[in-house]
C-alpha cells in the first residue's frame, strides 16, 4: 500500500509559478512510476506529466510542455511538478498517482495508488 500526500497548491496570477510536491509513505516508492494528473471542474480527469522510477524517463501532456516540470527524489520520497507560465485553463484539482512499474505511463488506469489532490487556481 502506497499513501500519496499533495501540497503546494494555491491561487495565483496568470504567467505565476507554484510547485507542488507529492509526499509518499508505504511500499517503496523508488522502484515504482509516478505521474501527475489533473481534474477541472466539469472534466474529465487529464495526463499532465510522468516520470520513470529512474533516469531520465519523462512524458508530458502537450498543453503543459515547456511550462510544467516533474521531478523526484526518490531519497526524501517525494514527487515534485514545477508549474511555470501558469494560465487561468490549467486551473483544477491537481493529483499525483503511483503506478506498481518502472517505466513512465500516461493512462490513469494503469496506476495504482492516487492522493486526494490539491487545488490550484490561476486568475486571469
Known amino acids: 500500500q502506497v499513501q500519496l500526500v499533495e501540497s503546494g497548491g494555491g491561487l495565483v496570477q496568470a504567467g505565476g509559478s507554484l510547485r507542488l510536491s507529492c509526499a509518499a509513505s508505504?511500499?517503496?516508492?523508488?522502484?515504482?512510476?509516478m505521474g501527475w494528473f489533473r481534474q477541472a471542474p466539469g472534466k474529465e480527469r487529464e495526463f499532465v506529466a510522468t516520470?520513470?522510477?529512474?533516469?531520465?524517463?519523462?512524458a508530458y501532456a502537450e498543453s503543459v510542455k515547456d511550462r510544467f516540470t516533474i521531478s523526484r527524489d526518490n531519497a526524501k520520497n517525494t514527487l515534485y511538478l514545477q508549474l511555470n507560465s501558469l494560465k487561468p485553463e490549467d486551473t483544477a484539482v491537481y493529483y499525483c498517482?503511483?503506478?506498481?512499474?518502472?517505466?513512465?505511463?500516461?493512462?490513469?488506469?494503469?496506476?495504482?495508488?492516487w492522493g486526494q489532490g490539491t487545488q490550484v487556481t490561476v486568475s486571469s
Open positions: 498517482a503511483a503506478a506498481q512499474r518502472y517505466s513512465w505511463t500516461t493512462v490513469a488506469q494503469e496506476y495504482d495508488y
Open positions: 508505504g511500499r517503496t516508492f523508488s522502484s515504482q512510476a
Open positions: 516520470i520513470s522510477w529512474t533516469g531520465p524517463g519523462t
